[in-house]
């Protein structure tokens, strides 16, 4: 954890709500994870008994000085028999996300040499600018600012078909991101597009 990084042990109660308002109701499994379980991670269900083991276990990893805790983006299918799972058990879409890095602790230029955005505000800038809706939510991780945009109503993966249809919009947000941000010089973390796509809690 670095030193921006405010523990998540500091407010449960918002850890709850957090997992309560993105993944409440959809099916069928949380996936909660940090480096002090070699990101296997544990899965929950997404109901009230689920979420509370959910903000249990997310706790203990924190005081357990985690790096990071991480909640997969989408709900999984099943729980997998070794690992945390897949794109392949991907499920349950209730938003769409990004990864606003900011700042130069703990991030590297990216490929094209550009710096990330020097803070948060520049991140708000680059959202507001992309042409995509306003965020439903922001999370702010300490060297992070990420918009997410919560779905109307939960999107399930059933089928091959499906799950490349809902990548491309995935992932297509993080182009239209990483567009912006270059307009103003900055580079932009286009890598997170992928339906297992771990994000800090």
Known sequence: MNDEQQPITADLQVVRDWLTHLYGGCPEFISICSDKDGFAGRRFATDETGIEAAVQYASTLDRRRAMGVYAQSTTLREKPDEGRGGEDLAYGLTH??????????????????????????????????????????????????????????????????????????????????????????????????????????
Not at 133 to 139: C, E, K, R
């Open 96 to 201: 769409l996300w990004a990864d606003g890095d900011f700042g130069t602790v703990g991030h590297k230029p990216g490929l094209d040499d550009l710096p990330a955005p020097p803070d948060a505000d520049a991140v708000a800038k680059v959202v507001a600018e992309s042409g995509l809706p306003a965020p439903s939510g922001w999370a702010h991780t300490g060297g992070g600012y990420n918009p997410i945009w919560q779905l109307a109503e939960n999107y399930l993966i059933h089928n091959e078909d499906d799950r490349a249809r809902v990548k491309e919009v995935t992932t297509g947000v993080q182009a239209i991101l990483a567009a912006e941000a270059y307009r103003h010089g900055w580079s932009w973390d286009i890598e997170v597009g992928n339906l297992d796509r771990l994000m800090k809690v």
